[in-house]
């Protein structure tokens, strides 16, 4: 029964979603104990795709108006003509090039994370027991955070406070979506179950607490296979307020 979480998680991999890209996301912005479950990038062509389909039919209308009307006598004069007009609008993918670069997202033991911006400045976080809902449109994925006395999303770099993490161009957003909620409730509820334990050990002996009901001595570490409730009596076992 111990072991339930660990294998809930193994059951959960055996669906995790064809997105996943081992290594997507720098281990060293993450906690040293902490652990990857899912890790991808989101589609290049989502990032790029616009911006690169304008970029080359403004080349092309601009391009061909330049071959049409070309003057073999003011050459110099033409060609610098052409490059000012056509090298600003690539600079618009080039851009998104480099924020899909800097972009990952994943999912720890712990907490959704989201790497953006340009070079990755950006990192955006939330805890799984703040996590109130997963949606999908499709494409972008949204982990709506509840709003528990002013505690949100970090924005770590940003220094703001958001009520969700969002997920741009996922791949398989739907699979992504169904995994992330299996998994964000498996470990919200071990969150719960950690802290109430730990709140549990400052009154404990030997790692046993005596049940206010029958007095009898309850092991600790049966309690949250138990749902924190007395094997003997069955009478709930929680710490005092
Ligand atoms: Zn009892």
Redesign the pocket.
Known sequence: MLGSVASQEQALLQRLPPSHREGAFPRSLLAPSERIVFETKPRLVGFVGVPLLVSVIWSMIWGGAFLATFNVANWGGEVAAIVIVIAPVWCWPLLRLRNWRGSAYALTDVRVVRRSGSGGSQLQDARYDLVQQVQSDGTTIRFRIARIAGVGAAYHGGGLLGDQVVWKDVEFAAQVQVFAQAFIALYAQKIRDDQILQALRLRATANKVT?A??H?L?DLAVLPAQRFK?P????PILPPG
């Open positions: 049940c009901y029958c009898s309850v007395c003997n009596c069955s009478a």
